[in-house]
């Protein structure tokens, strides 16, 4: 990528509402599989999500997006068609969990050693590489994040339960890259959420999903969907400490919770994905707006280290309003760098 | 966007089996009244699943090289149906029956009043299609002498005067395509093939009144019938050097599955000629050097630059993949020509 400050996505965006149940998508975040949300026949869903997923792909091109995700089109949550595609996890008999926003989910219970089974999101990797030319990235959940969204009925031990699913990570990670992705994504939410925990085992997991993988690495730390979780805190209670792991480039929100950047100070070894579109609103920011918060960052990284991209997934936006913010997005981008280089 | 052989659709692409029952489609003569039951999404999210399948066709084209892109009709349980059924004086709850072009009977719309367009038809489908690609863009509409072959005439008792009138709502919708920014505007008519004494008799003057006072760029498609519904190919039209005298700038006909002798061509030299060079009844993709020659065939009888290169006819109901891919083989096919006429492509 040899433009100054390309543009992203953090990883999803809006799936059509003929394909599935949005509505229903925003009340809960599923962690087992909630395949009566989808509004299309099994027969033909693969079709109608690879279809969504060239809408996806269509929209970030026509926006002028740079680095091009599939919008995570055949999800209905980013974490659970990998958290419950691997062995030593029972969905059928669920478990229990209080998510970050306070609510009580079922979730997967982890009765044996965790092991993936088979890829997971090749084939999603397959099918982006071949409809576009852009480069591309593609998200997978975080073995942290993983760990906080089941029940341990085996491993009783927290870190070992985590760095089980670390192993399965790092599996799919390195045939992700070999399937042509050119960005490998982890998020880990949770790390955010859980800090405690993330101070005792955070970097360790990390580091274990990333270990030997070769091939450029991103993580994503944030407060939440702005949709379910509404809450901001001034600012993030883990993230310096990402400065000891392996992965190369650190996202995170800046926008809706107006983030004090001095903290990026302290990453001078990462590139910072910096969130800039405010996912708590359905007003479009403007492209100056968005300027000023790219500059904000800038203060504390130089302009060489940063990717710019919204606040975290899009999932839960209207189609027209995330297609508009992500023109503003690219719009304030390229205002910067002209300030910056004296040319797009 | 070549003008020496540019590609095109002559209208439809694919739907995705996710938005429309295919399977049903391709058991049946195209629907000649609504089918709204062949749809396989809820009617409160369908017009943005349609819009969604026609932002495929389009991109889909592009990606393909078509030069004149179409919206795939993706909005159509058939390329008649919507607009014969979106008239006044036509009663499509109480249908009537005419016959195919098989022979068989099909349930058809019955006229009992005057036949008037009461509002624009297609004017959303250009609008959507003409701001979302930067391509030439053409839409395609049923063609008045084959809408009155697809209806039981309980008023007019005159088919002349029925055809008359389904042309005059014809026209109004042409103008309006025009306005809305179409570069080309098509007529389907297969039935002047498969109905040529009626054709002959009056099937001129009914594209006339059609096109009167249209300045656009106008076609008219004409061919033997969807190959996966009509399997027989005659050997020749039995109306077509008539389209000579008739005011449409292009003629559109198949020649790949039927293997036309293309010498009937040189008796529409005032016409650009849509040469159909893609053969729909077989699943293969053709090698661009078969296209090549169909086309240096159809080129041996009419001039390079008054040609467009186009399939046979709708590819409605072929497989996604296999459509995609004649696409394909037909703009490398017409890229060897053009080189070769030109030196470059």
Aim: glycine fraction near 6%.
């Amino acid at each position: 990528m040899n433009r100054l400050l390309p543009t992203t996505l953090v990883g999803s965006y809006p799936q059509p509402d003929w394909l599935i149940d949005r509505a229903m998508l925003g009340k809960n975040v599923p962690r087992l599989r909630a395949k009566e949300l989808w509004r299309v026949e099994e027969t033909w869903l693969e079709q109608a999500q690879d279809d969504a997923t060239v809408l996806a792909i269509r929209d970030q091109e026509r926006a002028g997006i740079d680095i091009v995700t599939d919008g995570e089109m055949r999800r209905e949550s980013y974490s659970n068609r990998f958290a419950t595609a691997l062995d030593g996890v029972d969905i059928d008999n669920p478990g229990t969990r209080i998510t970050r926003a306070g609510k009580l989910s079922r979730v997967p219970r982890v009765v044996g050693p965790i092991r993936r089974r088979r890829p997971v999101e090749v084939r999603d990797v397959e099918f982006l590489r071949s409809h576009t030319r852009h480069p591309i990235k593609i998200t997978v959940p975080g073995a942290f994040t993983m760990a906080q969204q089941a029940q341990d009925d085996y491993y009783n031990d927290e870190a070992a339960l985590a760095l089980g699913y670390a192993g399965a990570v790092n599996e799919e990670i390195k045939d992700l890259f070999r399937a042509g992705a050119d960005i490998v994504q982890i998020d880990e939410p949770y790390l955010q959420s859980s800090a405690d925990k993330a101070r005792r085992y955070g970097v360790d997991v990390v580091n274990r999903s990333l270990d030997g993988v070769i091939g450029r690495t991103a993580l994503h730390i944030c407060f939440g969907y702005a949709a379910l979780v509404h809450e901001r805190p001034s600012g993030y209670s883990f993230l310096t400490e990402l400065a000891g792991t392996t992965v190369q480039q650190i996202s995170i929100e800046t926008a809706q919770s107006n983030l004090d950047c001095s903290v990026l100070g302290k990453l001078s070894n990462k590139t910072i994905i910096l969130g800039v579109i405010d996912l708590s609103t359905h007003e479009v920011e403007s492209a100056s707006t968005i300027a000023q918060r790219i500059r904000r960052g800038l203060a504390h990284v130089p302009a060489n280290r940063v990717v710019v991209a919204p606040d975290c997934g899009m999932k839960y936006l209207p189609r027209g309003v995330a297609f508009h913010k992500l023109e503003a997005m690219v719009e304030g981008a390229a205002i910067v760098r002209r300030e910056i280089a004296g040319g797009n | 966007m070549n003008t020496l052989l540019p590609t095109t659709l002559v209208g439809s692409y694919p739907q995705p089996d996710w938005l429309i029952d295919r399977e049903k489609l391709a058991g049946r003569f195209p629907p000649r009244v609504r089918a709204m039951e062949l749809w396989r999404v809820d009617k409160r999210w369908l017009e943005e699943a349609q819009d969604d399948a026609t932002l495929i066709a389009i991109r889909d084209q592009e990606r393909a090289g078509v030069d004149i892109v179409t919206d795939g009709e993706m909005r159509r349980e058939s390329y008649s149906n919507r607009f014969a059924t979106a008239l006044e004086g036509v009663d499509i709850d109480n249908p009537g029956t005419a016959l195919d072009r098989s022979g068989h009977p099909n349930p058809v719309p019955r006229i009992v009043g005057k036949i008037r367009r009461s509002r624009p038809v297609e004017v959303r489908d250009l609008k959507f299609l003409r701001a979302n690609t930067t391509r030439p863009v053409k839409i395609t509409v049923p063609g008045a002498f084959t809408m009155s072959q697809q209806a039981q005439d309980d008023y007019y008792k005159d088919e002349v005067a029925l055809a008359m009138d389904y042309a005059a709502a014809l026209n109004e919708e042409i103008k309006d395509l025009f306005n809305a920014g179409a570069d080309v505007v098509q007529i389907d008519e297969p039935y002047m093939q498969a109905r040529p004494e009626k054709a002959k008799r009056y099937g001129l003057q009914v594209i006339d009144r059609a096109l009167d006072g249209v300045t656009g760029t106008t076609a008219l498609h004409i061919c033997f019938g969807y190959a996966a519904i009509i399997h027989q190919r005659p050997s020749g039209y039995s109306f077509l050097p008539e389209l000579e005298s008739c005011a449409v700038g292009q003629v559109s006909i198949e020649t790949a599955q039927s293997r036309l002798d293309c010498s009937v061509l040189e008796k529409l030299p005032s016409k650009t000629i849509m040469l159909g060079v893609i053969d729909l009844s077989d699943m293969a993709v053709e090698t661009p050097e078969t296209v090549a020659a169909r086309i240096r065939n159809g080129l041996n009888h009419a001039p390079a630059k008054q040609v467009v290169v186009a399939p046979d006819c709708g590819m409605k109901y072929l497989p996604r993949p296999v459509a995609f891919g004649k696409m394909q083989a037909m703009v490398a096919g017409a890229a060897i020509v053009r080189r070769e006429l030109t030196g470059s492509v």
